[in-house]
């Protein structure tokens, strides 16, 4: 079992920056791929950034890429994403997940990972 708590959400600005903070518990941290996604209101959830159990591989969706950065301490067992030139589409509310993995690989669809946190909302304004 593998419990996520977001935090760091908040209002920020266009052209701003603001780091999100997911923190795991469990003695598996490192077992899983971690990555972050995002909905907005209307909207189903998305994709946004995914990094390897041993953080040597990360993926990013085309909306982020060059913008955000994701990043992971095993022996802290969080993982982080740093959110910079932020734009109002950025708008929603971030989720971290964790996927079991077993050969450093990973995913960007949702419905194979294995545990959600609860969520916490960045709002951007213009």
Not at 45 to 65: N, P
Not at 66 to 71: C, L, V
Not at 84 to 113: H, M, Q, V, W
């Amino acid at each position: 079992q593998v419990q996520l708590v977001e935090s760091g959400g908040g209002l920020g600005q266009a052209g701003g920056s603001l780091t999100l903070s997911c923190a795991a518990s469990g003695r598996t941290f490192s077992l899983y791929a971690m990555g972050w996604f995002r909905q907005a209101p209307g909207k189903e959830r998305e994709f946004v950034a995914v990094i390897s159990q041993s953080a040597t591989r990360s993926y990013y969706a085309d909306s982020v890429k060059g913008r955000f950065t994701i990043a992971r301490d095993n022996s802290k067992k969080t993982t982080d994403l740093r959110m910079n030139s932020l734009k109002p589409d950025d708008t929603a509310i971030y989720y971290c997940a964790a996927d079991r993995r077993y050969d450093g690989s990973y995913s960007i669809f949702a419905n194979e990972y294995d545990y959600w946190g609860q969520g916490t909302q960045v709002t951007v304004s213009s």
